[in-house]
């Protein structure tokens, strides 16, 4: 006669529920940490390209003794899909020689610091786009990236630092090299 335990050549459905939950529960820990992981490591694009706009406004300021303010550029928040950065639709982009390679998931934009807000590079008639601002006067540049990552859209699809909801936002000057993330924990 067998014994009861010759049958038994598998795992019980207790058992298999207790491995699927344990799964999902790591699944549940794991999975938005990766995303915050991914948003992380896609800021990285914006401190990059401010430092390169930092570089190139001063070398132009060493050559012809002034800085250049830009536009917005791409002119609305790319979202969480990667926009076209064209230099040559702004002027003070293109005298700077300055266009990443690639889309991009930031806008960007060079400001003075006479601008209550960097949301003032956006008027109407892009009257900003190209101005020179003297190096000899009080006023720093603000070098801006302001991008949508997990495409909340909470600020909507203008780049205003002055109002930047859940958008993530980086600034730095021409005075300190610093890039300052203006709305830490935001993507």
């Avoid at 014994?3 to 207790?18: A, N, P, Q, Y």
């Avoid at 491995?19 to 401190?47: F, H």
């Avoid at 791409?74 to 002027?91: E, K, L, R, Y």
């Avoid at 390679?101 to 190209?130: H, P």
């Amino acid at each position: 006669m067998r014994k009861l335990s010759d049958f038994r050549k598998g795992f019980t459905l207790i058992e298999l529920m207790v491995v699927v939950a344990i799964i999902a529960i790591l699944a549940a820990i794991a999975i938005p940490q990766y995303k915050n992981y991914q948003l992380k490591a896609k800021t990285a694009e914006a401190k990059m390209n401010i430092g390169a706009i930092r570089t190139s406004e001063e070398a132009y300021a060493a050559e012809n003794d002034y800085y250049v303010l830009t536009k917005w550029e791409p002119s609305t928040i790319p979202g969480t899909s990667p926009a076209d950065f064209s230099a040559t639709t702004t002027n003070g982009f293109s005298y700077l020689g300055f266009e990443p390679a690639g889309k991009v998931y930031f806008s960007y934009a060079v400001t003075d610091t006479s601008e209550k807000t960097a949301a003032d590079a956006t008027d109407a008639n892009d009257s900003l786009d190209g101005v020179q601002v003297a190096v000899s006067t009080n006023d720093d540049i603000h070098i801006w990236a302001v991008g949508d990552l997990d495409g909340d859209g909470d600020a909507g699809d203008s780049p205003d630092p002055s109002s930047l909801g859940n958008n993530s936002a980086f600034m730095a000057t021409d005075e300190n090299p610093k890039i300052l993330d203006k709305n830490p924990g935001h993507f």
